[in-house]
């Protein structure tokens, strides 16, 4: 598993802006189709979802203008 894990890590890194743009993309497509077959499920926890999402932004805005910017 670590082998698997360090071998992904570095194709990770060779990514480049449109590799991340793609992968985003897609990720935000597996939102949508989550939310539009879930629909019942999300409206009722839709507080907590707004609330992680603020966290996780929070977190990744902290992290790269704070951490890692220099």
Do not use: E, H
């Amino acid at each position: 598993m670590k082998n698997f894990m360090n071998k992904s890590l570095d194709a990770a890194r060779k990514y480049n802006v449109l590799d991340w743009a793609v992968i985003k993309i897609c990720l935000i497509g597996i939102g949508i189709l989550l939310g539009a077959y879930f629909i019942q499920f999300f409206s009722s926890i839709l507080p907590i979802v707004w609330i992680i999402v603020i966290i996780t932004w929070l977190w990744v805005m902290i992290k790269t203008f704070f951490t890692y910017w220099r």
